[in-house]
């Protein structure tokens, strides 16, 4: 036990006081207030505790992923024709963030929210109707999304998982790696070649999107293997030995999957960077609080410059951070190009949570690495979205490119 009553059984204590000020914290202009106000009243529900009982096992969120389910909060992308709430991307920018914002994880279902885009936007009115309807009610999953490959890494277009038309099916065989929540998936967009690389017209084209009925393909033909990763994240490595399926699970044309995936990862890259200023908030709501109740040297640590800059300047960062997110979600309703706007809002989000990341831990002192008080959790689920979906590097690079007019470097 620390000075003060701090200790591990304060942590529970700082947790109720950190959302009782985040309650009030509230700012009267943030977008969709009952939206926020709903699904912070269902993250209530999973305290930290819920959080790190899971953390320590690497177990699935089901009750939580069921709660949000139930709630319709993770098919409001989905149009309401199909069973969804038909809202912009604004609405679940604001679902995630207020998630992430009460300390629980949204990454667990995330890809529930997004990845029905490809079918949406590509698939054929048969595959809508057949599909979209149930992922709304969430009777299927549709959060795996199978792109990355061991030994193409970031080059997409060398991946070499294949899929060989035969007749009416696809035979595929290879590998891919960190395919999140491919157990708890029932279907799983898939990238794969149906033309060699080195006989497609240019690099990107030759690539196809399967979707794959993970029940059917887990035991003939589909391995999946869990990847244990330094956060609770249910990533695996998947090895296709001649698993079929069927032609009709082609989403749109055959040959032209990059492009659709491309499409799919600007919603992706906004919704991660909301999931980022979710974070930083939490980092910034719980140091906030810490900061006021922990007494060192007979007066409030927050009382410190040392500790109250590093603290505004997070804010500052999440808050500008903010501002381009609700640009490139803008523009993605807009059905505008939104490529540089997606990226660049993920950089500066990721880098905004992991700073607030950081700038908390040092301000709980030892406190903050222990379990309980849960900023070590958040600081290793906050640290992947500088490296995933993209890296940062690969935005510098876009931006250098294609915004600066710099000469490729690869
Ligand atoms: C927990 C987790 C979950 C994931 N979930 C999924 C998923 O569900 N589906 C999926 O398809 N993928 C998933 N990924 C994969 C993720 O998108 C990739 O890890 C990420 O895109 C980086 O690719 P890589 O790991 O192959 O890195 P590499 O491409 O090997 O790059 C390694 C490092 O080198 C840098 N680098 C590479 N080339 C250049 C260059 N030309 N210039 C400068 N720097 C460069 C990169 O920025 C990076 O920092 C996940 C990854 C993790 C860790």
Redesign the pocket.
Known sequence: MGQNGFGLTGARKLEEAAQGSLTMAYDSEETFPEIREAVRKLCARFPGAYWRALDRDRAYPTEFVRALTEAGFLSVLIPEEYGGSGLGLAAAVAVLEEIHRSGCNGAACHAQMYTMGTVLRHGTPAQKEAYLPKVATGELRLQ?????EPDA???TTRISTFARKDGDKYVVNGRKL???RAEHSDLMVLLCRTTPRDQARKPSDGMSVLLVDMKQAVGNGLTITPVR?MLN?A?TELLFEDLEVPAENLVGEEGKGFKYILDGMNAERILIASECIGDARFFIDRASQYAKDRVVFGRPIGENQGIQFPLARAYVQMTSASLMVDKAAALFEAGQPCGTEANMAKLVASEASWFAADMALQTHGGFGFAEEYDIERKFRETR?YQ????????IL?HVATHVLGQPK??
């Open positions: 795996a999304f199978g792109v990355t890494g970031t080059d960190w395919i999140s990763t994240h990533t992947l490296v995933a979906p993209i890296s940062t590097n690969l690079s470097s690869f």
